[in-house]
């Protein structure tokens, strides 16, 4: 028998159904899924409008690339057009979030004539050689052959002083999930944004958790007023689906030449149609508002949870996180008793991801499973 390596620890859970904001096991319990596949089911399990434009494409052709022009591109560009930042209007789709880190990385490169980065500790990019590269956890750089990489401190203004004359590009995340889900501020994106305009190095935004939607706004940039020269794609935009995209400004594309990238699978036309049915829904059911709503109500339900063990709650919309006294596995694995899947951010954060589609009894439920865990592991720590 053909075994799966085990990369990833096993949950000890076999899921067989999801829809909306909840998944279903073999034996028919029903869980709700504040971890969404590393976020990737922002917009809920099944979400019909991406199921009805996949549908639609399966019944016309599934394999394609860019080579050729073709429906479902068009229709998924015009519809990006819509929802972009302004003056990033040159796309190319990728299968990944690492495989968009990867091409925004070789864009710099191109367009800047320099090899070096500026990343910044707590960041998570990725686990291919170049995302790795400006990814800040050792335990998973150890071993590997990376890119010229340094790492700043997040949220430190002080870092944009690192940009210098060889350094092609700043990748950042204007949320942090890995690292802890902590949100940038203005002013360090601000001064990112500067130090790269003086020395001429990229500013590249990693929004492939934080954004679509997911803080409130469509790109979690937006609110700090930062527009980027390259933004990077994934997860949830095609409603769960795999995809990527990377954006970027006219002055990062223009020393590109054919076949300097390529993707066989990249804006496949399942692909595109899935995008263009994640930004129906993005748009027609308002989910960003939905998200800033939905998120202060379950922040505030959190902050109100009443644990000897919680530091802090912070994050935004709903990409939101408790930091914990203790490590998060023991409280991750009583939740999945409870009916609540979640994952943690680093060693101590407990980490929710949940869809936008979460109503008021579901954040009641999540504060109820939450209190009820760190009670119980209160009481087996002999803590009062």
């Known amino acids: 028998m053909v075994s799966l390596i085990s990369f990833y620890g096993s949950r000890g859970l076999r899921i067989v159904r999801g ?11 029903r869980y709700l899924d504040a971890h969404t596949g590393h976020g990737a089911a922002f917009l809920g399990h099944r979400p019909p409008r991406v199921v009805e434009d996949l549908r639609k494409q399966l019944d016309t052709i599934m394999v394609l690339t860019p080579t050729f022009n073709s429906d479902p591109m068009e229709r998924c560009l015009s519809l990006l057009g819509e929802i972009l930042p302004p003056n990033l209007t040159n796309v190319y789709f990728q299968n990944s979030g690492a495989e968009a880190v990867e091409l925004s990385l070789k864009l710099a490169v191109k367009a800047t004539g320099r090899k070096k980065f500026l990343a910044f500790r707590g960041s998570f990019h990725g686990r291919t050689l170049g995302a790795l590269s400006v990814t800040w956890n050792p335990k998973y750089r150890k071993d590997f052959p990376l890119l010229n990489v340094v790492f700043g401190n997040y949220n430190s203004i002080e870092s944009a002083d690192l940009v210098d004359d060889e350094t092609a590009a700043v990748i950042v995340e204007p949320v942090q999930g890995e690292g ?9 994106l601000a001064e990112l944004r500067r130090s790269c305009d003086e020395r001429g190095a990229a500013l590249i935004l990693d929004e492939v958790q934080s954004g679509f939607g997911r803080t409130g706004v469509i790109w979690a ?12 794609a994934g997860k949830s935009i095609g409603g769960g689906f795999p995809v990527s995209l990377v954006a970027a400004k006219d002055w990062i ?22 995008v263009h049915g994640g930004i129906r829904t993005l748009l027609e059911d308002d989910v960003p508002r939905k998200a ?3 998120g202060s109500k379950l922040r ?3 902050e109100d949870v009443n644990s000897k063990l919680i530091r802090e709650v912070r994050g935004e919309g709903l990409l939101l996180g408790i930091e914990l006294r203790i490590d998060a596995g023991p409280i991750i694995k ?12 680093g060693r101590n954060v407990l980490r929710l991801l949940p869809p936008y589609l979460i109503n008021d009894e579901d954040v009641e439920m999540l504060y109820n499973e939450i ?3 760190l009670r119980n592991e209160e009481s087996r720590r002999g803590i009062s």
């Open 300 to 302: 505030k339900a959190l």
């Open 180 to 188: 802890g889900v902590r949100p940038s501020t203005r002013e360090f």
């Open 371 to 373: 209190e009820g865990a």
């Open 19 to 29: 829809e909306g904001q909840f998944v279903w096991d073999q034996r028919g319990r």
């Open 292 to 294: 800033s709503i939905s």
């Open 334 to 345: 009583a939740l999945q008793e409870r009916g609540v899947l979640a994952l943690r951010a």
């Open 253 to 274: 594309i223009r020393s590109l030449r054919g076949a300097e990238h390529g993707s066989t699978h990249g804006g496949n036309p399942l692909a595109c149609a899935a």
């Open 221 to 232: 940039h937006q609110s700090r007023g930062v527009t980027p020269d390259i933004i990077i």
